[in-house]
């Protein structure tokens, strides 16, 4: 298992557990303050050509913050360009509320769904809005 530096708020312990797969514990607290060492640990795990699948496990984490969950974003759209995977494999208390009230959740195959079944994009009007017809 490699850890990278801890700097204090936030750590990420990598584990590579098969070809492909690389596991990142992330603990601490994710938030503006260490949203930037977030995704240079994240960006350096994906780094080597071999890893494919980055699966983050959310459960030791106390805090996640809007300005985190937008580096969890921008590595995942990054993995994505280079045919890799980002998913959050777990999750718990303040992080998990956060990403159910956002739907990120659902980007990051979060919570996973049993084998054969997929998340589906549905439209619905926003809260208090209604449809206008054109004149």
């Keep these: ?20 797969l690389r596991h990142v514990t992330v603990s601490g607290e994710a938030d503006l303050a ?22 983050l496990d959310l459960t030791r984490l106390r805090y996640l913050d809007c300005a985190a969950l937008s580096v969890l974003m921008a590595v995942r759209q990054a993995a994505l360009a280079r045919d890799q995977q980002v998913t959050i494999a777990a999750a718990t208390g303040s992080p998990e509320r956060v990403l159910a009230l956002t739907s990120a959740g ?8 049993p ?6 994009r549905t439209r619905r009007p926003l809260r208090g809005t209604t449809a206008r017809a054109a004149s």
């Design 115 to 120: 084998h054969g079944i997929r998340y589906q």
């Design 1 to 20: 298992m490699n850890t990278f530096p801890d700097r204090g708020l936030l750590r990420c312990d990598v584990r590579d557990v098969s070809p492909g």
């Design 34 to 55: 260490t949203a930037d060492q977030l995704e240079r640990d994240l960006t350096a795990s994906l780094s080597p050509a071999w890893v494919t699948h980055l699966a």
């Design 106 to 113: 659902q980007i990051f195959g979060y919570p996973p769904l």
